[in-house]
């Protein structure tokens, strides 16, 4: 096995928590100068859970690989039922019940239940004859695996550890989902942000972001008709019919008779959608309802975007919100962290200040910054040139291991090494654009960077099962 493992991963994996304990060391130090080796020191704990996960991964290897495929419903059941008793038996902290005291250690299951929504989603699609698309009930079986978590950890009031699972939307991609499937998750991310970004200037009697959205859904309808349902003459003729109606209204508008948009667009749309829905039934191509359905599923999410974004959403993650998206400043509120951070990155410049010369750090300006706002410190003391170099180290991390699960002779090797991909992917983009201002700064840590057992232990069962299944590849194809 150990023949056959790949060392090309392991040794990125000791590079990037090598990094992360002489990060840690830097945003946790002081002028006392404490050993980076002292267990009071958060780069002390951190090499200890380092050294342990190190165990943890050797115990992973010697295990046999096909105990992971076997177990891997009985391991998702035990953490399910360990998520539901965190609900109840976790203490408050900081409002959330995400951690479980083990006397001097604190743990956080929902980190532990990557890896067996992992292993249960590559255990569902490894069974005999299961095909994701055969059948609407295996996408509610898919569905179920990956929901499960999230609801329970929502439960819990982590929002942020919940919302990694979604990543796992992209593995079900991979594994046939079609791709309308995915336009539509982003594009809701998209009408959400437009939304709520310009809800507050009008034009023609509705918000921009209202018109925004009706304008991009009126050319992503035209585009579906054109290139998903491959019918030149109705995509030409709707576009035709958009064009002409909005030239009307902007003749009219220069006549100073003005048309209420929230007139106009559901009426065009409404006799679009006729138009496409009668030629449908005359040409009995199902394709087209995809298309009409998205449409109506775009404008009835637009619709109720304000309504979850002013009743659903708290307080303070409407303040993270608007915060990101320049609509508020706050920067003694919910605005703070961020702004702290990107002053820090930015006086980095190119070189960096140099390794513990951090100002911004060392008078601890960023909260949390040995934590979830760890990669400032990286751009306050290397520079831009060491915050390329973190991102390339994790960049040839995450093609490497698409390289290893495009290589797996088996489905579950396969489905499981992109969740592990989905996982990592969706820390990274999160955390980094969370701390240079990008994303609402929802508390997700930076894969093998950040402080904390929990979220190194993980990452690292996560990567040493792939790499334990990897191993074995020659054999399970044999």
Same mark, same amino acid.
């Given at each position: 096995?150990?023949?056959?493992?790949?060392?090309?991963? @392991?040794?990125?994996?000791?590079?990037?928590?090598?990094?992360?304990?002489?990060?840690? %060391?830097?945003?946790?130090?002081?002028?006392?100068?404490?050993?980076?080796?002292?267990?009071?020191?958060?780069?002390?704990?951190?090499?200890?859970?380092?050294?342990?996960?190190?165990?943890?991964?050797?115990?992973?290897?010697? *295990?046999?690989?096909?105990?992971?495929?076997?177990? $891997?419903?009985?391991?998702?059941?035990?953490?399910?039922?360990?998520?539901?008793?965190?609900?109840?038996?976790?203490?408050?902290? &900081?409002?959330?019940?995400?951690?479980?005291?083990?006397?001097?250690?604190?743990?956080?299951?929902?980190?532990?239940?990557?890896?067996?929504?992992?292993?249960?989603?590559?255990? /569902?699609?490894?069974?005999?004859?299961?095909?994701?698309?055969? &059948?609407?009930?295996?996408?509610?079986?898919?569905?179920?695996?990956?929901?499960?978590?999230?609801?329970?950890?929502?439960?819990?009031?982590?929002?942020?550890?919940?919302?990694?699972?979604?990543?796992?939307?992209? !593995?079900?991609?991979?594994?046939?989902?079609?791709?309308?499937?995915?336009?539509?998750?982003?594009?809701?991310?998209?009408?959400?942000? *437009?939304?709520?970004?310009?809800?507050?200037?009008?034009?023609?009697?509705?918000?921009?972001?209202?018109?925004?959205?009706?304008?991009?859904?009126?050319?992503?309808?035209?585009?579906? /008709?054109?290139? %998903?349902?491959?019918?030149?003459?109705?995509?030409?003729?709707?576009?035709?019919?958009? $064009? $002409?109606?909005?030239?009307?209204?902007?003749? /009219?508008?220069?006549?100073?008779?003005?048309?209420?948009?929230?007139?106009?667009?559901?009426?065009?749309?409404?006799?679009?959608?006729? %138009?496409?829905?009668?030629?449908?039934?005359?040409?009995?191509?199902?394709?087209?309802?995809?298309?009409?359905?998205?449409?109506?599923?775009?404008?009835?999410?637009?619709?109720?975007?304000?309504?979850?974004?002013?009743?659903?959403?708290?307080?303070?993650?409407?303040?993270?919100? #608007? @915060?990101?998206?320049?609509?508020?400043?706050?920067?003694?509120?919910?605005?703070?962290?961020?702004?702290?951070? #990107?002053?820090?990155?930015?006086?980095?410049?190119?070189?960096?200040?140099?390794?513990?010369?951090?100002?911004?750090? &060392?008078? #601890?300006?960023?909260?949390?910054?040995?934590?979830?706002?760890?990669?400032?410190? !990286?751009?306050?003391?290397?520079?831009?040139?060491?915050?390329?170099?973190?991102?390339?180290?994790?960049?040839?991390?995450?093609?490497?291991?698409?390289?290893?699960?495009?290589?797996?002779?088996? *489905?579950?090797?396969?489905?499981?090494?992109?969740?592990?991909?989905?996982?990592?992917?969706?820390?990274?983009?999160?955390?980094?654009?969370?701390?240079?201002?990008?994303?609402?700064?929802?508390?997700?840590?930076?894969?093998?960077?950040?402080?904390?057992?929990?979220?190194?232990?993980?990452?690292?069962?996560?990567?040493?099962?792939?790499?334990?299944?990897?191993?074995?590849? #020659?054999?399970?194809?044999?």
């Amino acid at each position: 096995m150990f023949r056959t493992l790949d060392w090309f991963t @392991v040794i990125l994996y000791l590079m990037l928590v090598g990094c992360g304990i002489f990060s840690i %060391y830097a945003a946790s130090y002081d002028f006392d100068q404490a050993s980076i080796l002292d267990f009071n020191e958060f780069s002390g704990k951190q090499a200890l859970w380092v050294a342990l996960a190190l165990v943890i991964g050797l115990i992973i290897l010697l *295990i046999d690989y096909r105990v992971y495929e076997t177990c $891997a419903y009985p391991i998702y059941g035990a953490v399910i039922l360990l998520l539901i008793a965190t609900i109840f038996l976790a203490p408050n902290i &900081k409002g959330s019940h995400s951690w479980l005291v083990l006397g001097p250690v604190s743990l956080q299951p929902a980190e532990f239940g990557k890896f067996a929504t992992a292993l249960a989603l590559a255990r /569902l699609f490894s069974s005999y004859n299961f095909q994701l698309n055969a &059948k609407i009930s295996n996408y509610f079986r898919a569905l179920t695996i990956i929901f499960l978590p999230i609801a329970l950890i929502l439960l819990q009031r982590e929002t942020g550890s919940a919302l990694v699972y979604i990543s796992l939307i992209f !593995v079900l991609y991979r594994e046939g989902m079609p791709g309308i499937v995915l336009l539509s998750i982003l594009c809701a991310i998209a009408w959400f942000v *437009i939304t709520v970004k310009y809800s507050t200037e009008m034009i023609l009697g509705i918000t921009l972001g209202q018109f925004i959205v009706f304008t991009a859904v009126m050319v992503i309808f035209t585009v579906m /008709l054109l290139l %998903y349902c491959r019918n030149f003459i109705i995509g030409r003729n709707v576009a035709i019919g958009f $064009a $002409a109606s909005g030239l009307i209204v902007w003749i /009219l508008s220069s006549l100073g008779i003005q048309v209420p948009g929230m007139v106009y667009f559901p009426v065009v749309l409404t006799a679009a959608i006729v %138009y496409v829905a009668i030629m449908m039934l005359h040409l009995r191509i199902s394709k087209y309802l995809v298309s009409i359905g998205f449409v109506v599923a775009s404008v009835i999410f637009m619709f109720s975007v304000n309504y979850v974004f002013n009743n659903v959403l708290g307080n303070h993650q409407q303040m993270r919100i #608007k @915060v990101t998206l320049g609509i508020e400043e706050n920067l003694r509120g919910a605005g703070y962290n961020v702004n702290q951070s #990107k002053i820090a990155i930015g006086s980095g410049g190119l070189t960096g200040k140099g390794f513990l010369n951090g100002t911004q750090t &060392k008078l #601890k300006y960023v909260p949390e910054q040995h934590t979830d706002f760890i990669f400032c410190t !990286v751009g306050e003391e290397q520079g831009f040139v060491g915050t390329v170099t973190t991102l390339m180290l994790f960049l040839i991390l995450i093609l490497r291991l698409i390289f290893i699960a495009e290589r797996q002779h088996t *489905i579950f090797g396969r489905v499981y090494a992109y969740c592990v991909v989905s996982y990592i992917i969706f820390h990274i983009c999160i955390n980094i654009g969370m701390v240079i201002g990008l994303c609402p700064v929802i508390g997700i840590p930076l894969p093998f960077f950040s402080y904390g057992g929990s979220a190194l232990w993980s990452f690292t069962i996560l990567l040493f099962i792939l790499l334990r299944i990897d191993a074995a590849r #020659k054999i399970s194809h044999d």
